[in-house]
């Protein structure tokens, strides 16, 4: 089966480091993915890993380990406006489609 | 960039009617568009994958009477929710991949259905 696991709720410090973490057990894995959510808003893409190792991009970063099943999203110098839901989601491929296959998210608030 | 619409934004229906929420890629073909289905506070779920000229493949459990999908285009797909009711209230959103493209998906904006 399918199972992506991240933590329900977290909480920083406005100009903090926070790390979220993401563990997966899919089969047919072919890439990871990390998106923000604002309440009623779509999904916004923040980072792709498909080999392992360390994607950075400005104050993002998401690291993968293929072997572990484990992926992170770290968020350097938080602000406010980082308040949002994180979603790790694997892509898959079953019955000859690349499926998105989402994690229940993180909701993250930052405070001042 | 890509460019993915849905319309309606916001949708109330009366129990038993039909709706019908349309996504459209607008500035690129899919050949492959997604349907999700999002309650509050919980994450994505995929209800179908549609693909244009074919039938739509759907997911353990979504009925697909109920939810029916027509990929018409390469730039349009439908969802109907048929005899909608209060538990099919949800925030409803598609995605598409380009065709012959990458790896990312590009979301609409979603279409909040509420079903009173």
């Known amino acids: 089966g399918q199972n992506i696991d991240q933590p329900t709720e977290m909480t920083a410090t406005e100009g903090a480091i926070v790390q979220i973490n993401c563990t997966y057990q899919t089969s047919g894995f072919n890439g990871l993915f990390w998106y923000q959510q604002h309440a009623g808003e779509a999904p916004t893409f923040l980072s792709y890993?498909?080999?392992?190792g360390l994607e950075e991009k400005g104050r993002f970063s998401s690291f993968l380990s293929r072997s572990k099943g484990y992926s992170y999203l770290l968020l350097k110098e938080l602000q406010m406006k980082d308040s949002a839901s994180y979603l790790c989601a694997v892509r898959a491929l079953s019955g000859g489609y690349n499926k998105l296959i989402f994690g229940a998210g993180t909701r993250l608030a930052v405070h001042p | 960039g890509a460019v993915v619409s849905q319309h309606p934004s916001r949708v109330i229906c009366k129990s038993g009617t039909s709706v019908k929420i349309e996504c459209r890629s607008l500035?690129?073909?899919?050949?492959?568009m997604f349907w999700y289905r999002q309650f509050p506070k919980q994450s994505l779920m995929l209800m179908a994958t549609?693909?244009?000229?074919?039938?739509?493949?759907?997911e353990q459990g979504v009925e697909k009477d109920k939810f029916l999908i027509n990929h018409a285009s390469l730039t349009l797909s439908t969802l109907t929710v048929t005899s909608a009711h209060p538990e099919d209230s949800s925030f409803y959103i598609c995605?598409?991949?380009?065709?012959?493209?990458?790896?990312?998906?590009?979301f609409g904006p979603g279409t909040r259905l509420t079903v009173t």
């Open positions: 890993n498909v080999l392992d």
């Open positions: 500035d690129f073909q899919a050949t492959t």
């Open positions: 549609s693909n244009e000229g074919s039938k739509a493949t759907y």
């Open positions: 995605s598409a991949n380009i065709q012959g493209g990458s790896y990312e998906q590009y």
